[in-house]
């Protein structure tokens, strides 16, 4: 029997930009964050660089596209302004 014990699981990966720590998460929370808003799954399991690149991609891309515009008129009732 061999006396050095190594773990099973190493504790956190390390990696040019980001330190990823490993703790159980319940996939189905981190999938529903991601699918809510895209990045925000990365940053729950700590992948920060991804998870702010996307973020802030999504909060540009949507300014851009002036969707929040129309959304807002959608919801007030204004569909033609909202086309």
Known sequence: ?????????????????????????????????SASFPGFGHLLMYKNTTGVLLTLSEVIINSLAKINLAMVYSFSGNFALAK
């Open 1 to 33: 029997m061999p006396t050095h014990s190594t773990p099973r699981w190493t504790m956190a990966a390390v990696r040019r930009f980001d330190i990823i720590y490993a703790q159980r998460r319940t996939p189905f929370m981190v999938a529903w964050w």
